[in-house]
């Protein structure tokens, strides 16, 4: 089972930077990110549009789009190996194979023209050259009718298809080469509600079957609540707070945490007012120094604009990257980085 | 399918009356008089009015539209007023030259400017990219029939490798007219290729291929290109519709012995039946060109079949 | 001129620009595009100014034999002279003109008779619009340059009927531009509210509707006339359009012909000034198209 004698986690990013540069600007899209995802658990990878959580899904894909996006630093280890130095060949057989990603809009997802029985035939064929035409068929139909889609309409084109069905193809594609890691990016955004429920419970259903690692880029509180096992929040092209999912929904500690848990109705009392964050997401071509969250927080402290905080640990992998902790609690980083 | 095409074979029925009820109305106002122009100056009008009666051109107009168009389905297009000859006969003998030299150059064209098109996306804003942009921006502004006295010039002049001129020295004859005619659709075919996979190259289905683990090249051959083919199509039809008309001036340019050669001849002579004849073969020629290409949407884009199925 | 143009780009206004300025700014931003401006610019007051550069009687129809077929040179004719001895430098001079003149006219024509019927399809829709757009069908369903010759066969050939073979062979294109255009717009609000409170028809058409479908018609506009220059050219090189001994680009490439072998400038050098015409329209028309609607690119 364990692969890499160093790592029992799927996917490890430490560090990652990431630029995209045109000829007006340099767009800072991923800074000094790091994140974990353990075998067989779902990170949520939450944050605001424009955080950078594609860029990181795509990074993990190796597929940033040339030549703008540059890949300036770090390192993401897949099964404890370090996919930033493969070449374009073993990139080709890691991606589908090790590692999958089911995209925002199924809509464009699919391409028009082809058939979505050829579609994920593909997938198939790409990975095992093996098998004979007739027999990638046959496993791709049986892909379709694990989403519950039937095989009779493997031959039909992606127009035929209802947004949701069109997820669900995406979703056989992406499953069909028993990937270890799924990165899943806003797979239910562009859906209905109703649809969205079916959607994330069978892609909780397909991941508990094949014991697969899933990275859920959303910026919906709910579904990281239903799906995920840990939470790391995204802010600005870094992890501003990591944790259980108990430890951030029980005790968000970060003012942007507590921010965005504070722009949602609450039920239990209606008369609360909704808290939004102030001001809006930095140019990431143009990052606040110190902190990047300062100009929004209400706690900002002259230390936060200068100096980029360091992670102040609370038990188990609850951190969170702050000066509020660095200082209040300088004693708890050590008391328990032995956990 | 079939039935979409049915629909679309019927529809070109008015069009074909329309158009040849059109080319009629309009040689009817061609001056002269046909019988005194087969009949000599030295006629006397006893004569002339003779012929006139029994060619039918004392009846009215329409009545002479609806008789040409009663022999017109019987196959029979009248006769020559210069040579007597049988217009149909003359016609199909001219046509398959015109025809295999469209199909030739439209061929070569299609085959070099795809790639072209395709690659100059891939490499966009490279060296390779930008001379193909150069070049067939001069393509498009390049006339034909200038573009044949000069390949004239340079290769059967100058080097002395091809004919001047004429259809009988076998696929030789073929090279010139050819590029002089497939030299403006290959830059237009190009150019059309190129911005539409610049396109569909940023598509997500792109990107969803390449995260299954195709190559590079699978994911732009395989995705990109299918779905850049439908515009290109498009331009690929009016490009040889146009080959149909462009084919009077370079043929006239190589003395090629198709049909456009035959119109100009026609028309100098005031032969208006065989004008009439060019002018049927051609537009059928053309819509069917077009036919052609809009059943090829179909096969290329399944949302357009489904709309017909 | 240029001068000016370039200054209003160096300083563009505060504040917001309207529509128009701000696709004038795009298109001064398109090096061709300029540069095809610049051409034609000087193309145009070429053949303005012909009659003062060149005495059209002496020296562009008078045929001078002992200085005939004289190759391009500095001292004397700088392109050479035909095979009349007149000077080719004057009859390109002087064929600018002639190739403007019936290409803007035919164009012109063709807008005016295609854009009225669009127009007319587009707006009131129904029986009317069913008819003219089948009529259209029928005329696109002939190549254009085979109408053109069509027409001129029948009404004979000399610069008029060219003009209006030409014409007539443009008409169904910009009747399906304005009418796509006029379909567009037609729905929109403005226009709802000045039928509302009862415009006229023709009010409506010509000061609501047209000016809002401006853009397209302008870009075809450029390029028909690129198309309508080369159809010139070819039906004079036919001997179908302008009649010798009046210069016309075409005419000169035909007559040129027949000393292809031995006097190839008189060949060579038409042709270029028909090609460099036609690819600065090309130009102008591309960037116009990326300058009016960028969504196009």
């Known amino acids: 089972m364990v692969i890499g004698s160093q790592s029992n986690n799927t996917l490890e990013i430490r560090d990652l930077v990431v630029e995209y540069r045109t000829r007006e600007r340099v767009v800072h899209a991923v800074n000094s990110l790091s994140l974990t995802v353990g075998r067989g658990q779902t990170l949520g990878l939450v944050g605001e549009t424009g955080a950078g959580k594609t860029t990181t899904g795509l990074a993990v894909m190796g597929l940033i789009p040339k030549p703008a996006g540059v890949v300036l630093g770090g390192a993401i280890l897949l099964n404890g190996e370090d996919v930033l130095h493969k070449s374009d060949r073993e990139m080709k057989q890691i991606r589908g194979k090790t590692v999958s990603m089911i995209f925002q809009d199924p809509m464009s997802s699919l391409n028009p023209v082809m058939s979505i029985e050829r579609q994920i035939s593909e997938a198939i064929r790409a990975h095992d050259r093996s098998l004979t035409r007739s027999q990638v068929l046959q496993k791709a139909h049986e892909m379709l009718e694990m989403v519950g889609i039937p095989r009779d309409r493997g031959s039909e084109y992606p127009h035929q298809f209802s947004g949701g069905m069109k997820q669900r193809v995406v979703i056989a594609m992406a499953l069909s080469c028993k990937p270890d890691l799924i990165i899943a990016d806003e797979p239910t955004t562009a859906l209905d509600v109703t649809i969205q429920a079916q959607v994330l419970g069978l892609m909780k259903d397909l991941k508990d079957q094949y014991r697969t690692s899933m990275v859920m880029i959303t910026h919906d509180l709910g579904i990281v609540a239903e799906t995920c096992d840990s939470v790391s929040v995204m802010y600005a092209g870094s992890i501003v707070e990591h944790g259980t999912l108990h430890d951030v929904f029980d005790d968000p500690l970060h003012p942007y945490t507590k921010g965005l848990f504070g722009s949602l109705p609450r039920l239990d009392d209606r008369r609360a007012k909704l808290q939004p964050i102030k001001g809006l997401m930095p140019d990431p071509s143009n990052l606040p120094t110190g902190c990047t969250f300062w100009p929004r927080c209400d706690h900002a402290k002259d230390v936060c604009r200068v100096e980029k905080p360091n992670p102040t640990y609370f038990g188990g992998e609850h951190f969170v990257n702050c000066h509020l902790f660095n200082e209040e609690i300088s004693g708890a980083r050590t008391v328990n980085m032995g956990d | ?309 | 001129m240029m001068k000016h143009l370039f200054r209003r780009r160096a300083e563009p206004e505060e504040g917001s620009m309207s529509l128009l300025q701000e696709s004038w700014m795009r298109l001064l931003s398109n090096k061709g595009a300029v540069a095809g401006m610049v051409f034609l610019t000087i193309l145009v007051l070429t053949a303005i100014c012909a009659d003062l550069i060149y005495d059209y009687e002496t020296e562009v129809i008078m045929q001078d034999i002992p200085s005939r077929l004289q190759p391009p040179s500095l001292k004397g004719h700088l392109l050479g002279t035909d095979e009349y001895g007149r000077d080719l430098l004057a009859r390109l001079v002087h064929g600018s003109r002639m190739s403007l003149v019936v290409s803007f006219s035919s164009v012109v024509l063709a807008l005016a008779v295609g854009g009225t019927l669009g127009a007319m399809a587009g707006y009131f829709g129904g029986v009317i619009d069913n008819i003219i757009m089948r009529l259209t069908d029928v005329l696109l369903a002939i190549p254009m340059t085979l109408f053109a010759i069509v027409i001129v066969a029948a009404l004979g050939a000399n610069t008029t009927n060219l003009t209006l073979a030409l014409g007539a062979s443009s008409i169904p294109i910009f009747a399906r531009v304005v009418r796509a255009s006029v379909l567009t717009v037609r729905q929109a609000e403005y226009v709802e509210a000045a039928r509302s409170i009862g415009a006229k028809h023709g009010t409506v058409i010509l000061r609501h509707i047209l000016p809002n479908c401006i853009g397209p018609i302008i870009v075809q506009f450029t390029l028909r006339i690129a198309q309508a220059i080369y159809n010139t050219a070819a039906l004079s090189f036919l001997g179908m359009g302008v009649q010798p001994p009046a210069p016309e680009w075409g005419g000169l490439l035909a007559s040129g012909r027949t000393y292809i072998r031995d006097y190839s400038y008189l060949s060579i050098i038409p042709g270029l000034a028909i090609m460099s015409t036609i690819l600065a329209l090309n130009l102008l028309g591309d960037g116009l198209r990326d300058a009016l609607d960028p969504r196009l690119k």
Not at chain 2, 51 to 69: N, T
Not at chain 2, 75 to 95: H, P, W
Not at chain 2, 109 to 129: C, M
């Open chain 2, 1 to 309: 399918m079939i039935r979409y095409m049915i629909k679309r074979l019927l529809a070109m029925i008015p069009v074909l009356i329309g158009i040849t009820f059109l080319v009629f109305m309009i040689m009817q106002l061609a001056p002269g008089d046909p019988a005194r122009l087969i009949l000599g100056e030295n006629a006397s009008p006893e004569e002339v009015k003779e012929l006139r009666e029994q060619m039918g051109l004392e009846d009215p107009v329409l009545v002479q539209y609806f008789r040409y168009m009663v022999n017109l389905c019987k196959g029979d297009m009248g006769k020559s007023y210069i040579t007597n000859r049988l217009v149909a006969s003359e016609v199909a003998a001219r046509f398959p030259y015109t025809l295999k030299l469209a199909l030739v150059s439209a061929a070569v064209s299609i085959l070099i400017a795809i790639p072209l098109g395709i690659i100059a996306a891939v490499k966009q804003n490279t060296i390779f990219d930008n001379t193909c942009m150069v070049l067939s921006l001069v393509g498009i502004s390049m006339p034909a029939f200038w573009m044949a006295l000069m390949l004239v010039l340079v290769f059967s002049l100058r080097l002395g490798w091809l004919p001047v001129q004429g259809a009988n020295m076998g696929w030789r004859s073929y090279v010139l007219p050819s590029i002089a005619i497939g030299f403006m659709n290959m830059a237009a075919i190009a150019r059309t290729t190129r911005s539409s996979m610049l396109e569909t190259i940023r598509q997500d289905y792109v990107r969803t291929a390449k995260s299954k683990g195709i190559s590079n090249a699978s994911a732009i051959l395989g995705h990109a290109f299918p779905n850049a083919l439908i515009p290109t199509v498009t331009v690929v039809g009016v490009q040889l519709g146009g080959l149909i008309g462009g084919a009077v001036l370079t043929e006239t340019v190589f003395a090629w012995p198709g049909l456009g050669r035959l119109i100009v001849q026609s028309v100098n002579a005031r032969d208006v039946p065989m004008i009439l004849g060019c002018m049927v073969v051609m537009s059928v020629s053309f819509s069917v060109i077009n036919l052609v290409v809009d059943l090829l949407y179909g096969l290329l884009d399944p949302r357009v079949k489904s709309m017909y199925a």
